[in-house]
Each structure stands twice: as C-alpha cells, then as structure tokens.
Nanobody
Framework: QVQLVESGGGLVQAGGSLRLSCVAS????????MGWFRQAPGKDREFVAA????????RYGDSVKGRCTISRESAKYTVYLEMNSLKPEDTAVYYC??????????????WGQGTQVTVSS
C-alpha cells in the first residue's frame, strides 16, 4: 500500500499562486508515477498533472498547461504542484495519486484524502 497525504490548499484571490504538497509513504517503490487530479462540485474528476518519479517525464492537463508545474523532492518522497495565475474555475478539491505508470493513474487505488483549493474572484 502507498499512503498519500496532501497539504497546501486554501483560499486565494484570482491571479494568485498556491503550492500543494503530497507526501508518499508505505510501499513507495510502487509509486513510479505521481500526479494530481481535481474535482469541482457537480463536475467529473479532471486530470491536472503528473510526473515520473525517477525520470523527468511530465504531463499536464489542458486547463492548467502553462500555469502549473509539478516537481518532486526525492529525499522527502514529496511531490509538489505549483499553481500560478489561479482562476475561479480552478476551485476544486485536489487529489494526489500514485501509480506504476502514467496510463494507470486514473484507475489507481492510491489516492490522498484531498485538499480544498478555493479561488475567489
């Protein structure tokens, strides 16, 4: 099992920035890829960003491309999501996830509890 704990959400004004963190523990050897999804009330879960743990391959959702950066700190088993130029439509619960491959992210069993991001206009 891989345990994931997110932090860093909060209330921010439009145009502002936030950095979310996700700490992995447990069987981290299974977390070849870590990523972020988000879900706003009444909407489907949406892919935000992902990166390979050992390499440097990254992937971003179209709605955040150019405004977000996903990075990692290996020694702390932590992945970060830096979000800039935030918009009210970025308001959602953000979930960290881990999987063996990028293609398996959306169907993985490893999810964090989520952290709320609210962007005010």
């Amino acid at each position: 099992q891989v345990q994931l704990v997110e932090s860093g959400g909060g209330l921010v004004q439009a145009g502002g920035s936030l950095r979310l963190s996700c700490v992995a523990s447990g069987r981290t050897s299974e977390a070849f890829v870590m990523g972020w999804f988000r879900q706003a009330p009444g909407k489907d879960r949406e892919f935000v960003a992902a990166r390979t743990w050992l390499g440097s391959q990254t992937r971003y959702g179209d709605s955040v491309k150019g405004r977000c950066t996903i990075s990692r700190e290996s020694a702390k088993y932590t992945v970060y999501l830096e979000m800039n130029s935030l918009k009210p439509e970025d308001t959602a619960v953000y979930y960290c996830c881990a999987a063996r491959s990028l293609d398996e992210l959306s169907t993985t069993d490893y999810w964090g509890q989520g952290t709320q991001v609210t962007v005010s206009s």
